[in-house]
């Protein structure tokens, strides 16, 4: 069909009178007043309503249908509107849409469009405002080359081994394997400033053992073990080493998710550690200190990020101890416990070559465990596996550990 307007909309109303049917201008015509006669008032309302419709849009049919507005618009304009409405005299508001496309609405877009031009100018459009000189909580928000670069002059600041500040570190394992022997001596040797089967502290540090599992005794019995197997000078790991007394529940964190935070004792915790200058804090295991579900990255996420925050604040290493994947190395659980670490470590039973080698040597196999770096970003750790067997000194007394050397290759 031609696509001229006056041809396309001449028989408007002959086409409705051949199919029976009321022409568009007679059912406008015969649209009830709402409301009755006797409501002058909302009924003068809607008048003013189609009024301004039919001034906008035209009042014929043809220039509704060419102006975009239908007869259902028209329609709509003439609802009552709310009474409240008319008798205070206040703007009419379209309440659907057909009726905000009887008074010229096409939505709100036009509405908001309008009043863009009043928005103050954004913040980085004042002369004035420099975003360099943003800082959160404390700090620098922006970092530029000058201080990155200064920042990256420093010596790196590690706390024992290939484990630096500010960071956290964890190792897996099944229990029994040697995790706990493990980060106790670490934090010996921490304290007493000396080398623990290769890892080497630069200098006599501050520690702390968080091992709710075990009572005070047997940890002290520890101790006392591991400073003489390391010959370290008892006066400097008297000073520098603490434990954590905690008689009751361990948990450290409340809430999950989002919620997350430190309870009463986690507080009290991260004050010791700042307080005491603490340079490598040992948690051992961590399941003891939180109730989330460690299946759930989320919530892991959100509670080692809450301990990295921990780590950066105190200028520490937290290492974590935590029951190894079956079957497998790494640990239990999400996937963020180790994507949030700098340093995974795993200790593991003897493989059959390892133990023949073991043997050979007149060593008893199931004293040995095999300690192997999965994950290392800052350090040096050694590739390949590092052997430590665990025996006591003096019957009764509390195991120690000792590094050996096993001839044989790893199992494949």
Partial sequence: MDLNRDEDFNNTNDAAAMSGAEAPATLAANVPKAGGEEENGQEGVNDAVLAEAEEAKGANPKEALLNGTSMQAAEAAAKPLPADAAEAGEALVATNRAQRRALGIRSTKDEQTAQIGDLPPPVADNATFDPDDLTFEGHKFLVGWDALMEEAAKPVDRVIGPFEAQTLAIVSGEPGRGKSLLSLNLAVATAGGVEFSGFRPPRPQSALILSPEDKLGAIGARIKAAVEELRADPELVKRNLRVVNVPGSSIIFEGAGETLDFNALGRVLRKAIRGRRARFVVADPFIELHTADENSNMQVHALMASLRAMARETDSVIFLTHHSAKGGQGPRGAGAFSGTVRATLHV????????????????????????????DNYGDGEGGAVYFQRLAIRPGEAPVLRRVTLEAGEDE
């Fill in 348 to 375: 593991d039973a003897l493989g059959k070559k390892e133990a023949k080698a073991a043997e050979a040597q007149g060593l008893r196999p199931s004293s040995i465990f095999r300690l192997v770096f999965i994950k």
